[in-house]
């Protein structure tokens, strides 16, 4: 058994004047006394070690794989498609049987971003095979070294106290990671070239995790403290000790709060009322962080230090958001201005903003209405288009007048506007209230009081593959829209390597089409835009059978379902070069895309990219 004095017995016990096996238990309900910090300490460092090394691997990997990227890019932006065949053969076998059977994986055959519906109710998406494995190993970790106590003590208080500074040990050390994940700038997505969706499903496994130890840790407290009190003939002593404790009292706080998150955030619950659901999530969060900090800081926890950096992370990150949505939206006379114009089944909004951005191809920002609603929530949306103009001078009543005749002479300073496009489809909540807003005005356009937060992901390049497959589903039209208009862009610079994109989009009627006419219009008018783009259209439900006609070998339209299995086939058997395929759409169209493209990855160089909002 290790020495006494790493459990915080006092020094009497450790110079041998008294026995663990005589102490009343009531010794082991409070404070450190039976608690095992060195074990603890092994621990923590322990749990950090595994994260450190799961993210060098991500991180190796992702240099690995840029590293190949990067000489394909420079040794293909003059050659033509033949010469691109070395290229477009896999150098080893064991990453593409990687890529199939673990990273691209999901869980069993097919399913992953498909929603799974048991009566009606909304029971989220599965996780990967890869990221199933990571959360396995990170939660079986935990449950080892909550395991890893000593089952030989002659004093069964002295177990529970060591599995109580255990459990609660490993709570607060969880939390860092915990409140990490959840920020949307969070470092670790760039650093990492891993999406916030991603992160969003750690966040939310951990936080269960987080929850489970706190019960544990409670739990543990509890069955000590009967004892003590049966032993002492108490009947309400737990009572009596939590009314008279705030230390006890803020950890239960603390507690409450986390167990109802851990229902509360249940994904039947999320879709029922999301926005409700939030704000709601982050007011019980705040008090499971607040009860838990001033729990660490009555009992003089070695840990607290963690819940304080935690907190610190929070408010940073608040920080940092409003820092973005002030820089972006505000100037000194002025905000940014939008412009709503209603569609079939779905809105085009456009965001004047204050100050130029630099935006990737892919990214998405957050959209802030605050006349329509309450609450400050914000939800995200691919960027589908973007614009950088000159900007006309207002009226000289609002403008200065020249002091002299030099200032006739002087030039005007130079003015841009960056203007950003998202296309909202109508759903539940405030995409609904706009449209209706909209749909009331005689002409259908409306201004509004708004701003967005961002621009966040776009951290995948397209710019190293000769073959790009890019599938959309409904509204995931926007985010390939971008990519559609870069490649041809860099084609036409001779800065990529692409010599072929292929935009496969399907919708359920026409009247989508509406939604992006303007923008298709100016992408068929781009050089060299017949040599490098197909547009397959595929119309599920067509009003008439006789609208779905293909006006050129460059644009074909369908009537019926695409089937992504027999796209990918017939493209991988033309490629040139590299093949990327990306997807954005419903989680059953995405599923059916990634099948698709596993079944080749080992037969070609193939890589899959997904982009989703899953909540």
Not at 294 to 300: E, P, R, S
Not at 312 to 317: C, G, I, N, Q, S
Not at 487 to 501: C, E, G, H
Request: charged share 15%; glycine share 6%.
């Amino acid at each position: 058994m290790a020495s006494t004095t790493q459990y915080g017995l006092p020094r009497l016990l450790a110079e041998g004047n008294y026995s663990i096996c005589s102490m009343h238990p009531s010794n082991f309900t409070h404070g450190l006394t039976g608690v095992n910090l060195q074990m603890d300490n092994v621990t923590t460092w322990a749990l950090w070690l595994s994260i450190v090394a799961m993210c060098l691997i991500v991180i190796i990997a992702r240099l690995a794989e840029g590293s190949v990227a990067q000489l394909r890019h420079l040794f293909n932006l003059k050659t033509d498609p033949v010469q691109q065949a070395y290229w477009a053969r896999n150098a080893t076998a064991i990453w593409p049987w990687l890529k199939k059977n673990l990273v691209y994986a999901p869980l069993r055959k097919k399913r992953h971003n498909r929603n799974l519906q048991v009566a009606r109710l909304n029971m989220g998406t599965i996780p990967s095979r890869f990221h199933i494995t990571l959360l396995t190993l990170y939660i079986l970790s935990n449950v080892v070294y909550c395991c890893f106590i000593n089952y030989k003590t002659c004093n069964k208080a002295a177990l529970l106290a060591e599995l109580r500074g255990r459990t609660g040990h490993l709570a607060f050390v969880n939390m860092m990671p915990l409140m990490v994940f959840a920020g949307r700038n969070n470092a670790f997505i760039p650093l990492l070239r891993v999406s916030f969706d991603t992160f969003n499903i750690f966040h939310r496994w951990i936080g269960r995790l987080v929850a489970v130890e706190a019960i544990a840790h409670t739990l543990a407290w509890m069955a000590a403290k009967d004892m003590a009190d049966r032993m002492e003939g108490k009947k309400h002593g737990m009572m009596e000790a939590l009314h008279g404790s705030p230390f006890l009292s803020w950890g239960t706080v603390s507690l409450i709060a986390m167990v109802i998150i851990l229902f509360q955030a249940s994904s039947a619950i999320r879709h029922l009322a999301y926005e409700t659901f939030l704000h709601l999530h982050q007011f019980l969060a705040f008090f499971a962080f607040l009860g838990a900090a001033v729990h660490g800081y009555q009992g003089q926890l070695p840990l607290t230090n963690y819940v304080y950096v935690t907190i610190a992370f929070w408010f940073l990150e608040r920080i940092i958001r409003a820092s973005k949505i002030i820089y972006r939206n505000f100037g000194l006379d002025s905000s940014t201005r939008v412009t709503v114009e209603a569609l079939p089944e779905a809105c085009r909004v456009t965001f004047e903003l204050k100050r130029p951005w630099q935006l990737r191809p892919g990214c998405h920002v957050y959209a802030h209405f605050p006349t329509l609603t309450w609450s400050l929530s914000s939800h995200p949306f691919s960027i589908a288009w973007y614009d950088t103009r000159p900007t006309p001078y207002r009226s000289l009543e609002h403008e200065k007048l020249p002091s002299s005749t030099k200032d006739l002479d002087a030039p005007l300073p130079s003015r841009t506007t960056t203007s950003i496009t998202l296309i909202m489809s109508k759903k539940e909540g405030m995409t609904s209230k706009l449209h209706a807003r909209a749909r009331a005005s005689p002409s259908g356009i409306i201004s509004i009081r708004g701003y967005v937060e961002g621009p966040y992901g776009g951290q995948e390049s397209l710019h190293s593959y000769g073959t790009v497959i890019l599938f959309a589903g409904g509204v995931g039209i926007t985010h390939q829209l971008s990519h559609v208009r870069d490649l041809l862009q860099t084609y036409n610079d001779s800065t990529s390597a692409v010599r072929k994109v292929v935009l496969i989009w399907t919708v359920r009627s026409q009247d989508a089409f509406d939604w992006v006419h303007p923008w298709m219009t100016e992408i068929f008018q781009m050089p060299h835009r017949r040599q490098v783009l197909k547009v397959l259209l595929f119309v599920t439900k067509p009003r008439h059978a006789g609208d779905v006609v293909s006006r050129s070998n460059q644009v074909q339209m369908y009537g019926g379902r695409c089937k992504p299995s027999k796209i990918v086939e017939e493209e991988f058997e033309k490629r040139a070069g590299a093949m990327a395929v990306t997807v954005c759409g419903p989680g059953a169209f995405a599923d059916e895309v990634r099948a698709a493209t596993r079944e080749r990855v080992q037969e070609g160089v193939v890589d899959f990219m997904e982009e989703s909002f899953s909540w």
